[in-house]
């Protein structure tokens, strides 16, 4: 039997990891970018391979997809992540008025904790401010980016997927019924236009997915919800610091190998190719993360840069939103076979909402080969380019 062939849109973490399930469920896949791998948000995140310590007051349903994925990732990847830790930290009053929910929320979630003495925390990180009152340590780690998606890329490679890099995908093939049944693409590099035909396209693009959905005529529920980070030239910490706190702006500082990196605001903006990164939300940065580490004030910054959230729902703010994600099948929603469209998530979840969008896919072709990419380790992240 001919494997139905699949198209994923986008190789950011989202698209990457959906190759390498669809390879695994006995599809052939091709992968359509219009840039390097991790060419969007995936290549400018914090790199925090969250514990979901962060969400465990408000948003539980991310919280635990974020400890149990961040297990899995550590199995399957360890390449790509520095076990590290985390800790959070609490350096005003107001902070410990949260202390409580924070050691509910953790405990409902399953994410194990531990508070620490503010001269135990000193100890282990000499760097943060003399004046925190409280801290707990979270199974929080740091992971590199390109590593991290290079290797769920290198995985769906040797499982046969072929990749189009440098590549736009321009629109979508529709038959005579309307129904998506490929892509057009255009090869920046080689100026070449094509066409892709596919049993199905998966729409992994992230901030831009409304983009492709408006090639079809439809359209899905997303924010576009940018941060700017700082980075600075020196490693401060070991361990990912976050403030004991609601999610807010600035709250999250952590090491990227030699670096620091301070993150992030948030905010929305209707075209996800122009987002500026504003003076005024780098000075907040720098002002939140020196609060946390006071020599980040003598510290060089090395550069400032932002990314966009491809959160779901369409009017809430972007603090409010969940973090988790959703998978639509347009033949469901919209009465268009052939696309399905992934949003929402996070960089730690990319595995899980692979999964779920996979699931959702085989179930269009009536496969039901069972995922099993919680157990398969990955392929190193050097093999993509061998
Ligand atoms: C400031 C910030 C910090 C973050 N920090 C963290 C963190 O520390 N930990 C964490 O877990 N998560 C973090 N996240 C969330 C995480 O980074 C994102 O959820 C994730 O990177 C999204 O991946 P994606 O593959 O869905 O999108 P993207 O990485 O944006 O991938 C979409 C891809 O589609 C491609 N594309 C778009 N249009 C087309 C087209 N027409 N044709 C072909 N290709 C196309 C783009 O080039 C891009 O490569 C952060 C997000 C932001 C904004």
Redesign the pocket.
């Known amino acids: 039997m001919t494997k139905p062939h699949a198209i994923v ?7 990457v990891a959906i190759a390498w399930d669809l390879t695994q469920r006995g599809f052939r896949v091709s992968v ?4 390097p791998i ?13 514990s979901g310590a962060r969400y465990a007051v408000n948003d539980q349903e991310s919280a635990i997809e974020c400890i149990q994925e961040n297990l899995i990732l550590r199995r399957i990847v360890p390449d790509a992540i520095e076990p590290n830790g985390g800790l959070f930290v609490a350096v005003q009053e107001e902070d410990l008025a949260y202390r409580e929910k924070f050691i509910e929320g953790c405990a409902a979630c399953g994410i194990p904790i531990r508070e620490l003495t503010p001269q135990e925390v000193l100890r282990l990180e000499p760097n943060l401010n003399p004046r925190l009152l409280t801290a707990f340590t979270v199974p929080d780690a740091t992971f590199d980016p390109l590593r991290l998606a290079l290797a769920f890329a290198a995985s769906a490679k040797a499982g046969g997927a072929q990749f189009y890099l440098y ?4 629109d979508l093939l529709r038959d005579g019924r309307g129904n998506v049944c490929g892509v057009k693409a255009w090869n920046r590099a080689a100026d070449q236009r094509f066409h892709l035909p596919a049993e199905v396209v998966i729409n ?5 997915v409304g ?2 959905t408006a090639m079809a005529g439809v359209q899905v529920p997303i924010t576009p ?3 700017v ?1 700082v980075a600075y030239d020196k490693r401060l910490t070991q361990r990912a610091i976050n403030l004991l706190n609601e999610p807010g702006d600035g709250d ?1 500082v952590l090491p990227q190998r030699r670096m620091m990196v301070v ?2 605001t948030s905010f929305t903006i209707e075209d996800p190719d122009y987002v500026p990164v504003y003076e005024d939300h780098v000075a907040l940065m720098m002002e939140r993360g020196a609060a946390l580490i006071p020599a980040l004030r003598q510290t060089r910054e090395r550069g400032a840069y ?5 959160l779901i729902g369409a009017t809430a703010p972007g603090r409010s939103i969940s973090r988790t994600f959703k998978a639509y099948d347009h033949a469901e929603t919209d009465g268009i076979e052939g696309l399905v469209t ?1 949003t929402g ?6 595995r899980l909402m692979a999964e779920k969008t996979v699931d959702v896919v085989c179930r269009k072709f009536g496969i039901e080969v069972p995922c099993r990419t919680a157990e398969t380790p990955l392929l190193s992240y050097r093999k993509f380019y061998q």
Request: glycine fraction near 20%.
């Open positions: 849109i986008g190789a950011g973490f989202t698209g359509v970018e219009r840039g991790a060419n969007g948000t995936s290549g400018r995140t914090h790199g925090l391979l969250h590549t736009d995908v321009v992994a693009t992230g901030a831009w983009q492709i919800t940018p941060g980070m999250i993150g992030t932002m990314a966009t959230r491809p992934i998530g996070k960089a730690t979840t990319l």
